[in-house]
Nanobody
Framework: QVQLVESGGGLVQAGGSLRLSCAAS????????MGWYRQAPGKQRELVAD???????NYADSVKGRFTISRDNAKNTVYLQMNSLKPEDTAVYYC??????????????WGQGTQVTVSS
């Protein structure tokens, strides 16, 4: 069992910044993929950014140049630095991690979500 705990959400004015963190714990052998997704009211969950264990990153077009994803492999933690926030960034942000447990079983785990609200 692999658990993900997110932190760092909150209320911020447009143009402001927030930094989200997501720490994975449990019987982890390796984490190949970590990503941030978001879901706004009435909309489907969408990918915001992701990063592989090798450091390759991918961003949604809507956040390119404003958000930066990074990870600390030693701490099994992924971060999302969000700058120049816009009201349309308001959503619940979820962390996702995929890899293998110490018993060599694949896992695909989600965090509980953290609310990000950007006021205009």
């Amino acid at each position: 069992q692999v658990q993900l705990v997110e932190s760092g959400g909150g209320l911020v004015q447009a143009g402001g910044s927030l930094r989200l963190s997501c720490a994975a714990s449990g019987s982890i052998f390796s984490i190949n993929y970590m990503g941030w997704y978001r879901q706004a009211p009435g909309k489907q969950r969408e990918l915001v950014a992701d990063i592989t264990s090798g450091g390759s990153t991918n961003y949604a077009d809507s956040v390119k140049g404003r958000f930066t994803i990074s990870r600390d492999n030693a701490k099994n933690t992924v971060y999302l630095q969000m700058n120049s926030l816009k009201p349309e960034d308001t959503a619940v942000y979820y962390c996702n991690a995929r890899g293998f447990t110490s018993t060599v079983r694949g896992f695909d785990s989600w965090g509980q979500g953290t609310q990000v609200t950007v006021s205009s």
